[in-house]
Each structure stands twice: as C-alpha cells, then as structure tokens.
Nanobody, 119 residues
Framework: QVQLVESGGGLVQAGGSLRLSCAASGKIFSNNVMGWYRQAPGKQRELVAR???????VYVDSVKGRFTISRDNAKNTVYLQMNGLKHEDTGIYYC?????????????WGQGTQVTVSS
C-alpha cells in the first residue's frame, strides 16, 4: 500500500510563489519516478514535471524556468517550487509515483492540492 499526501497549495497573486510537498509512505522506494500533474477546470490532467531517483528531470514547456521539482529520498518527499505563477497555473495539483524505477506512467496518486492564482 502506497500513500502520497500533498500539501502547500493555496491562493496566491500572479507573480507569486508556492512550494508544494508530497510525502510518500508505504512500499515505495527512493528510485521510483515521482511526478506532479495538474488539472485545470474543464481540462485534462497534464504532466507538469517528473524526477527520477537519481535526479533527472522533465518539465512541460509552459513551466520551464519557473518551476523546479526536487526530492529528498531520505524523507521520501518530493517538492515542486513554483515561482512566477500565472493565472493559467491554477488547478488541482496531484503527486504521482511510478510503479517501477523507470517511467511507465503514473501508477500511484495523491488526493490533490488546490492552487489558485489570482490575476
């Protein structure tokens, strides 16, 4: 049983910053690929960023240069530092984890945390 618990969402003005955290527990290892997804109202869920166990990262083009994903394997926690937030970043942000050490897509999901950016 794997649990992912997100925190750190909230309401922020455009141009502001937030840091999301995702604490993982259960049978999950430091080499699982971890990712952040988001879902805006009326839109499909999309990948924002993901990070491998050794720190390799992938970002969606719209957040490159503004968001940074990182992980602390000792704490089984992954972070998403979001700077220069825009109204279009509004949505529910979900933490995800792969089933294996290589990426085959998200297998485990958190419950989500709301991020609202006012323009």
């Amino acid at each position: 049983q794997v649990q992912l618990v997100e925190s750190g969402g909230g309401l922020v003005q455009a141009g502001g910053s937030l840091r999301l955290s995702c604490a993982a527990s259960g049978k999950i290892f430091s080499n699982n690929v971890m990712g952040w997804y988001r879902q805006a109202p009326g839109k499909q869920r999309e990948l924002v960023a993901r990070i491998t166990g050794d720190g390799s990262t992938v970002y969606v083009d719209s957040v490159k240069g503004r968001f940074t994903i990182s992980r602390d394997n000792a704490k089984n926690t992954v972070y998403l530092q979001m700077n220069g937030l825009k109204h279009e970043d509004t949505g529910i942000y979900y933490c995800s984890a792969s089933k294996y050490s290589y990426w085959t897509g998200p297998f485990y999901w958190g419950q989500g945390t709301q991020v609202t950016v006012s323009s």
